[in-house]
Every structure is written in structure tokens, then in C-alpha cells.
């Protein structure tokens, strides 16, 4: 209870990843064209939110804590402003009935596209990875999202992709004081690369399989090497989607 209780203060100082919109890689790089086109601009009538990623024609996968009035998502193109993309309206949301805030975990939402999005050249799905796929620490990963490239500057218009490496729980833990349940932590500690204010809902990619979901880090402060990057873990959720989706399909 006490480490709990040093986490959830820590987090009420620090961490605001639920009330900064956009998103942010520190110390990427541009994604090479014609990959990563799961990634998704989960937006509302002011514009981007969140990154999202899209598991099946109809359904896509992001934080909970981006709930922010959405209203459509932008798929199609690594600069969601260009005329290609395309715009789908979101005809339902569904987060995760445990969800209340980043500190307490279950940080998963996934939405309902009001048509099935047209698979191509330049949307595709990402398969889920599965709840008993093994990760191992110091294992390679990758996150992306749009975004800006420090803590104070603007967002950017182009997808921007960074490696980072999985770090052990119980660091993690010893690191923030505490976690919330089901969740990863790559990034951040022991480097200089990772995500930062608002780069939520995006997948942490292994081995070709979204494994986490971008969910919380220190607060505004993008060099970060004492704290790891927080994500939510999908394998602990692999039914839940199954059970909301009614298809296989969006878990291969």
C-alpha cells in the first residue's frame, strides 16, 4: 500500500497523460513510407487526440483516457492533413468497465468505425499479440505517433517512429513506486528515446505484433532517463477485445 500510495502521488504531480492532447517521439525519425499503415489519427471536431491502430475493417484499438469528445479517425497516410486519407466517423465507444484513470490501470478503449475501412496499399491491420507471446527484457520494440519532437515545441504533421527496449517490471516498479495492473514499460529509463506528453493510444510494436498501448509517462518533462515509459499490456486483454469485436479476425 505504501508503494501504491508513493505512485499515486508521484502521478498527481507528475503525470498528465490524460489531459495533453497530440503526440510526441523523442528522438525518432520520420517512418519510412509504406509502412505502419495501422497507425491511426484518432481525432475530434478540433482535430488529432491520439494515435489509435486498427486491428479489422470496423474496429480500432486506443487509450481509454483519450475519451475526449471523439468524434472520427484519419486513416491512410503518414501525414493525416494530406487530401488521400481517409475520414470514417466512430459510431461507438467501448472502454474497458474498470477504467477510471491512468493510476488505476485497464487504460484500453476500443472504437467502432460507423463503415468498414477498404484494405490496401495504404491501410492495413496490425495482429494483436497473443496473451501467451513471451517478451524478454532489453527486447527490441518500436512505438510511433505524430507529434512533437521536444517537450515545448508544436505538433508535427508526419508519423514518427523510435526504438525502444522492454525493461524489467520490477525495475519499473521500484522506478515509479508503484504500477498499475497489466501494463509494460519500455523506454524512457536508460535512454533518451521514448514517447512523451500525449502520445497515447499508440501500439508498442514487437516482433510485428501490437503488444502495448501508449498510456502514461512523467509528466511534461521529455528527458526522462530516471522513469520507464508506461504502456497497458494487450495480452491481459486479448478476450476482452474478442468478446466486444465477435470476430477472430481482428486478432490474427
Known amino acids: 500500500m505504501k508503494a501504491l500510495g508513493q505512485f499515486l502521488l508521484f502521478h498527481a504531480l507528475f503525470c498528465a497523460a490524460s489531459h495533453v492532447q497530440g503526440s510526441v517521439i523523442i528522438n525518432g525519425e520520420l517512418a519510412p513510407e509504406g509502412s505502419m499503415q495501422f497507425m491511426v489519427s484518432v481525432q475530434n471536431k478540433n482535430g488529432h487526440v491520439c494515435g489509435g ?8 484499438v486506443t487509450a481509454a483516457h483519450c475519451d475526449s469528445g471523439l468524434n472520427h479517425v484519419i486513416l491512410g497516410g503518414h501525414n493525416w492533413k494530406n487530401s488521400n486519407v481517409k475520414k470514417i466517423q466512430i459510431s461507438n ?22 463503415e468498414n475501412a477498404t484494405m490496401g496499399e495504404n491501410i492495413k491491420t496490425i495482429p494483436l499479440a497473443e496473451n501467451d507471446m ?56 536508460y535512454t533518451v528515446k521514448g514517447f512523451c506528453q ?50 477472430t479476425e481482428c486478432l490474427m
Not at 508535427?156 to 509494460?184: K, Y
Not at 500525449?198 to 510485428?208: A, E, F, Q, Y
Not at 509517462?217 to 468478446?243: F, H, L, M, Q, S
Open 53 to 60: 491502430f486498427l486491428i479489422c475493417e470496423d474496429f480500432v
Open 93 to 114: 465507444q467501448y472502454k474497458h468497465k474498470k477504467y477510471s484513470d491512468v493510476q488505476y490501470g485497464y487504460d484500453i478503449m476500443l472504437l467502432k468505425l460507423a
Open 134 to 189: 513471451n517478451l524478454s527484457v532489453n527486447q527490441e520494440c518500436s512505438v510511433a505517433g505524430w507529434g512533437k519532437t521536444v517537450s515545448t515545441g508544436g505538433l508535427a504533421d508526419d508519423l514518427r517512429v523510435v526504438n525502444v527496449s522492454i525493461i524489467d517490471h520490477n525495475d519499473c516498479q521500484q522506478s515509479w513506486g508503484g504500477l498499475p495492473p497489466n501494463v509494460i514499460c519500455a523506454g524512457g529509463k
Open 198 to 247: 500525449g502520445d497515447s493510444g499508440g501500439p508498442l510494436v514487437c516482433n510485428g505484433k501490437a503488444v502495448g498501448i501508449v498510456s502514461f509517462n512523467k509528466g511534461d518533462n521529455c528527458k526522462y532517463p530516471d522513469v520507464p515509459n508506461v504502456y497497458t499490456d494487450i495480452r491481459e486483454y486479448v478476450d476482452w477485445i474478442n468478446n466486444i469485436t465477435k470476430s
